[in-house]
């Protein structure tokens, strides 16, 4: 497949630019939240506690500028914001349940903990030995 751009970016296949929209850390667990219910930020920022406030709102944004989430503004004071998934995110919600399907099997298969599983600590496993 020959190299394209799109946005003043180059690609050179079609995984690369699908990962442009739905890689990273965070925005496939905000679109996997937003599947069924609408959220309002703190809502979201609740579900993921190790986000930042920056790195969440940045994510919104890129989500919400890709289409694949909807941002809607009430005029009430203090003011009320809520999202939630469109059209095109759900369409990647069958991606990261194969993605997430595909975790949890290396996450068995690696000796981890079930994270289905709710109160249940997940060990740290380190494949480096210390050598002391």
Known sequence: M????YDHKV??????????FIGGTWKMPILWRLN????????????????T?????????ELEKHELITRKVYAAVPPKVEYSIAAKGKKV???IEVIRSYGL???KENGLADIEKP???IPVKSKAKKDK
């Open 2 to 5: 020959p190299d394209f751009i």
């Open 53 to 61: 406030h920056k790195m969440l709102s940045s994510q919104l944004r």
């Open 11 to 20: 690609y050179y296949n079609p995984v690369e630019f699908a990962l442009h």
């Open 36 to 51: 069924k219910v609408t959220m309002r930020y703190s809502e979201l920022k609740k579900t993921l506690p190790h986000i």
């Open 105 to 107: 099997v290396m996450m």
């Open 119 to 121: 109160n249940k600590k």
């Open 93 to 95: 919600i069958p991606v």
